[in-house]
């Protein structure tokens, strides 16, 4: 009899929400072995800019090839794309520190970190845009947030949150920094060269000189600063 693993949808974009359940056959060990597999779907979903329905597709091909039955509960029409599909931002710095921790100089792992930490944010940020917009009656600015593809983070983070709670993280100056550092590291990640091995990811100046690597002090930072953002989010 195959076990039975169920891709779920939850509404509750509040607190921790595992995005699989499993059938009571199932041991610790072996789902947390599946987890790990779900995250590293995901972040290469990520990476390569895949819909919803592409990363569903490919993380259930990956479970039935282990000869797992898998039942899909999420509806055709997505309201919040990774955070339905994939972990809330707890999950995703759970992840974060989870891959530093196993192996903190290689760099797929490094590059998953930053890839956690950058879509914590984003999630983050929409979700607390969204919900306060949507509470203040302006469903237009809600709209705007969750259907504007021109809008970037640091909008978001700046005279959006300023419009929604007249709060920015742009006077949170080593925040903003950090903001600025993970998003650019994120991008150095996704344009990497195909012959590159991860070890040549950098940060450089506007002179040429290199401010950060791929490595494990900076990816420690960008834990810890994601973290700090999160909390200024909460705050709010």
Request: aromatic share 8%.
């Amino acid at each position: 009899m195959e076990k039975k693993i169920t891709i779920k949808e939850s509404k509750d974009r509040c607190g921790f929400v595992s995005p699989l359940e499993f059938s009571d056959d199932f041991s610790e060990d072996e789902k947390t072995n599946i987890l790990n597999l779900y995250f590293q779907e995901m972040v290469r979903a990520l990476i390569e800019n895949k819909n919803e329905e592409e990363f569903v597709e490919s993380i259930k091909n990956r479970l039935r090839s282990n000869k797992y039955t898998v039942i899909q509960s999420v509806s055709a029409t997505l309201t919040f794309s990774w955070n339905i599909l994939g972990p809330l931002p707890e999950m995703m710095m759970y992840s974060a520190s989870k891959f530093l921790k196993e192996n903190h100089a290689w760099p797929p792992n490094l590059a998953a970190v930053i890839i956690f930490c950058i879509n914590a944010l984003e999630i983050s940020v929409n979700i607390k845009l969204i919900d306060k917009f949507n509470t203040m009656g302006r469903s237009d600015k809600a709209r705007l947030v969750k259907d504007d593809r021109s809008l970037s983070l640091e909008d978001k983070f700046s005279w959006l949150l300023t419009d929604a709670f007249n709060s920015s993280l742009k006077v949170q100056n080593i925040l903003w920094t950090w903001l600025d550092n993970i998003k650019k590291m994120r991008n150095e990640i996704i344009h990497l060269k195909k012959d590159s091995d991860g070890t040549d990811i950098v940060l450089k100046d506007k002179e040429g000189n290199i401010v950060h690597k791929l490595d494990e002090v900076f990816t420690k930072n960008a834990i810890e600063h994601t973290q700090k953002i999160l909390t200024f989010l909460e705050k709010l």
